[in-house]
């Protein structure tokens, strides 16, 4: 089946510095990728769309100069954190839609809990 | 914003048990359901689909929609630990968008 590898899955980082998440679909090619975030017991908030060769698409309320996404490749999308802060710490999930896969084949990757302190 | 209404209150139950979980939505727009397993840390995993109303069943689990009332559900028979997870229910509403109810922490005890 349909792969999302994500990476990483944990970091903890200085507050005032950057992260950078990656996601990349594993046997298919995705030229859509999306981010959420997830806070605990809360659900999943679609925070972008990342779209392989143009500008990602920003949820209302997301900053794109924060939250900085590059999908170069169809089988690649980062997520860069810029400047964190303690408030940005939780739950990232990349996830892709794998052609032909059931329930519209969105698939997701593991996850990369951020933790900035 | 399109609004999927979840408990999300812990849940046990023990081994063997059935687990009734359900999430109830208010828009009309919404073509497509379903319901995602994720364990502690993990990403979420599809579990079960359907876009009609009835039931749809496969192995334990029985997932259900009601689009007159608006009202989703998903059973687990025979529970087993190894069922133990948070329970996502997620409607597709176009554009390449899914709204995600809270989900329900389960815990089935040995």
């Known amino acids: 089946g349909a792969v999302v590898s994500q990476h990483p899955s944990r970091v903890i980082c200085k507050s005032g510095t950057s992260v950078k998440i990656e996601c990349r679909s594993l046997?298919?090619?995705?030229?859509?990728m999306f981010w959420y975030r997830q806070f605990p017991k809360q659900s999943l908030m679609l925070m972008a769309t990342s779209n392989e060769g143009s500008k990602a698409t920003y949820e209302q309320g997301v900053e794109k100069d924060k939250f900085l996404i590059n999908h170069a490749s169809l089988t690649l999308s980062t997520l860069t954190v810029t400047s964190a802060h303690p408030e940005d710490s939780s739950f990232y999930i990349c996830?892709?839609?794998?052609?032909?896969?059931?329930?519209?084949?969105?698939?997701f990757g593991s996850g990369t809990r951020l933790t900035v302190v | 914003q399109k609004e999927v209404e979840q408990d999300p209150g812990p849940l046990s139950v023990p081994e063997g048990a059935i687990v009734s979980l359900n999430c109830t939505y208010s828009?009309?727009?919404?073509?497509?359901f379903m319901w995602y397993r994720q364990y502690s840390r993990k990403g979420p995993e599809l579990l079960m689909y359907?876009?009609?109303?009835g039931n749809k069943e496969d192995g334990r689990f029985t997932a259900q929609v009601d689009k007159s009332s608006k009202y989703i559900s998903l059973f687990i028979r025979d529970s087993q630990p190894s069922d133990s997870a948070t329970y996502l229910c997620?409607?597709?509403?176009?554009?390449?968008?899914?709204?995600f109810g809270k989900g329900n922490q389960v815990v089935v005890i040995p």
């Open positions: 828009n009309s727009a919404f073509q497509y």
């Open positions: 046997d298919f090619q995705a030229t859509t």
């Open positions: 359907t876009y009609s109303s």
């Open positions: 997620a409607m597709y509403y176009g554009n390449n968008r899914l709204a």
């Open positions: 996830s892709a839609r794998a052609p032909g896969g059931a329930g519209y084949g969105y698939t």
